[in-house]
Nanobody
């Protein structure tokens, strides 16, 4: 059974930092691209950052570049999202996603349950 468990969310003042973690079980961790998405109230889920398993490259949404850093700890089957200089607009539920291309036309996707991040002004 595949599980992605997020942790590390909470309440922080603007300018502060949080470190989110996503720990995976039930899948071969280093064969999946791991990404973070977020969803604010009344808004659609949006991409935040990803770490590609094939070459270790990382990608970020423009809104978080220079403030967030994604990293992977293969030994612990965990991906971290270090979030610095947090802003009230970063307030959202943050979701971990594991994705693997299984055919030229389809991906296998797994999602965590989400962790709440609230940034006060």
């Amino acid at each position: 059974q595949v599980q992605l468990v997020e942790s590390g969310g909470g309440l922080v003042q603007a300018g502060g930092s949080l470190r989110l973690s996503c720990t995976a079980s039930g899948l071969t961790f280093n064969q999946y691209t791991i990404a973070w998405f977020r969803q604010a109230p009344g808004k659609e889920r949006e991409f935040v950052a990803s770490h590609v398993h094939k070459d270790g490259s990382s990608y970020y949404a423009d809104s978080v570049k220079g403030r967030f850093t994604i990293s992977r700890d293969i030994a612990k089957n965990t991906v971290h999202l270090q979030m610095n200089s947090l802003k009230p607009e970063d307030t959202a539920i943050y979701y971990c996603n594991a994705r693997q291309r299984v055919s030229p036309d389809s991906d296998e996707d797994w999602w965590g349950q989400g962790t709440q991040v609230t940034v006060s002004s």
